[in-house]
């Protein structure tokens, strides 16, 4: 995985980036902090969206319609999730990194493969993204719940139920 040479380079360094002035009472280092880890959050959920519709197009095989318009559905409630966390880090003064050069090079995702047709290969592929997100997004509840910000932490246990959701959808296709 490349994730420990791309992550966020600003959460890994320690580093943050100078924030809007705001009158939320959160004191500043520790939305400084919230914010590198909502950017971190922010750059998988928007990889696995990408991902997701990734997998949408080029599935292949007997099961694609299921699937094909499951991820469709998949895509719509992330794609609410992405909105939240990037507007919340905005809230606490940050800017989000939303743009595709700042998402490739923050995220901690293995690339998802384009040499893939078959749609099991496309339920491994994903199943192992939403697993890689949902891992990251739960260590984050704990983490922004330390630095004092149940609100991100609350808004990222909305993110971790979806994700698990979706995670036991694709895995029950790939167990009997
Ligand atoms: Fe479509």
Do not use: C
């Amino acid at each position: 995985m490349s994730g420990a040479k791309t992550r966020n380079i600003k959460e890994a360094q320690g580093k943050a980036e100078a924030l809007y002035p705001t009158r939320n009472d959160i004191p500043e280092k520790q939305r400084e902090k919230v914010v590198a880890i909502m950017n971190a959050r922010l750059a998988e959920t928007i990889d696995l969206a990408l991902s997701i519709k990734q997998a949408h197009w080029n599935l292949k095989g007997i099961q694609f319609i299921g699937v094909h318009e499951m991820l469709d559905g998949f895509r719509g409630a992330l794609d609410g999730h992405v909105d939240e966390i990037a507007e919340r880090l905005v809230q606490l003064g940050g800017t989000a990194h939303g743009t595709v050069q700042d998402v490739s090079s923050n995220t901690s995702l293995k690339p998802y493969p384009t040499n893939i047709h078959k749609v099991e290969d496309h339920l491994r592929a994903l199943a192992d993204h939403y697993a890689a997100v949902g891992a990251a997004v739960r260590k984050s509840i704990d983490e922004t719940s330390d630095l004092g910000d149940e609100d991100s932490s609350d808004l990222l246990t909305g993110v971790s139920k979806t994700l698990d959701s979706n995670l036991w959808f694709i895995e029950a296709h790939l167990q009997e």
